[in-house]
């Protein structure tokens, strides 16, 4: 097929799984960290951040169109005629009739996007991050029903231990640290939590990521289908992407916006107390979403599943490096169940059997 790219001499597929993996880790601590450690009444907008991220990738993504339409035209592309003849064709592009099968991954998306902010302001990171995981298994239930992805058992088999792999792992890594707040058991503690403290609710909290791996695994697959059914432009789709995803990510601002709705009141409500650690949320989130559609393009939504497997061992071991944690038993069985079915999830098909017995001939 198609020459796969490479960036710096590197394989782009490689390149983004390991970006990704890395975004993935600091991801999920920057964001509950901005949402945790503020005082309630000094908390920004989820709504504000989830619309943002759309706006921010979907600039970005029609500008890296742009300019990838102004480099394979020739010199005329250089002038201002130039540049308003490619400006134009991306925006028919953009526009072009078959856009609206965007629209129903822009849809999950957004929702997406709002529960993770629900769970992650409702369970601790690692817990959250364990239950995460389960959109390994939803991912890879629909690429079967949509995409007609054949898994053998074996396969199955490998992505269930890499579910439970990353759950052991992540598990020690609550239990072996002190909590950063005490458990909060729901409704009963208030009293002895300091009132300014953000209070948790686990069980909203589950029912928030459970939903998230619903719409995570449903959207990712539909993307890719769109994406590998069809010649566009991978940020072509990622600018018609955003663009259906801001309704749905603009109504809850307007919604909480102050009634009546002047711009003023609206734009000084959408950035209340939305300071560094909101930015730093919302560029991670912005990068994550890039590198998502570049693994979703040159690999699929299965490998993505391995790859932020993967980043947990390694963000774990770098913990220890850096920061002198102790490598307890549990890590060593977790890792080793991931390592185990990311190994048996690559073996080729009808090679299993080979690689056990090692004698008999195909
Ligand atoms: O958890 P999961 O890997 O499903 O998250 C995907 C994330 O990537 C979502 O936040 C989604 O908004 C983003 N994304 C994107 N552009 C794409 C595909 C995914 O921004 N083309």
Not at 122 to 141: E, G, R, S
Not at 171 to 190: F, L
Request: net charge positive; aromatic share 10%; hydrophobic share 50%.
């Amino acid at each position: 097929g198609e020459s796969q790219p490479t960036i710096c001499g590197m394989p782009l597929k490689y390149v983004s799984l390991v970006t990704l993996a890395v975004q993935n880790a600091a991801l999920s601590i920057v964001m509950h960290y901005s949402r945790v450690s503020i005082p309630a009444s000094e908390a920004y907008s989820p709504a504000t951040a989830v619309l943002l991220n759309e706006l921010l990738k979907g600039s970005i993504s029609f500008i890296i169109a742009l300019m990838r339409v102004l480099n394979s035209s020739d010199a005329a592309g250089r002038s201002m005629v130039g540049f308003w003849i490619a400006f134009r064709r991306v925006c028919r592009e953009v526009f072009s009739v078959d856009c609206w099968k965007l629209s129903i991954p822009a849809i999950l998306y957004v929702i997406q996007n709002s529960l993770q902010f629900v769970a992650i302001s409702n369970l601790p990171v690692a817990t959250f991050q364990v239950t995460y995981q389960m959109k390994i298994l939803t991912t890879a239930a629909f690429s079967v029903a949509l995409l007609r992805k054949r898994l053998t058992s074996n396969k199955w088999l490998s992505l269930f231990f890499l579910a439970i792999g990353v759950g052991i792992v992540q598990i020690q890594s609550t239990a072996g640290h002190a909590p950063e707040r005490p458990n909060i058991p729901v409704g009963s503690a208030h009293e002895s939590a300091p009132l300014h403290i953000h209070i948790m609710s686990p069980l909203k909290g589950f029912g928030a990521v459970t939903a998230a791996c619903f719409t995570s695994g449903l959207a990712g697959v539909y993307f890719e289908m769109v994406l590998k059914n069809s010649k566009a432009d991978l940020w072509v789709r990622n600018v018609q992407l955003s663009l259906f995803s801001l309704i749905p990510a603009a109504l809850p601002v307007f919604w909480e916006s102050p009634y009546p709705h002047s711009p003023i009141d609206i734009m000084s409500n959408l950035f209340r107390n939305f300071g560094g650690w909101a930015w730093a949320t919302v560029s991670i989130q912005v990068l994550g979403g890039l590198i998502t559609a570049l693994v979703i393009k040159y690999s699929d939504n299965i490998l993505k599943g391995f790859a932020t497997s993967l980043s947990i061992v390694l963000s774990f071991l770098a913990s220890v490096a850096l920061f002198g944690f102790r490598i307890t038993p549990s890590f060593v069985i977790g890792s080793t169940t991931v390592l185990v079915a990311t190994w048996m999830y690559n073996q080729p098909p009808g090679q299993e059997l080979i690689s056990i017995t090692n004698v008999m001939p195909r």
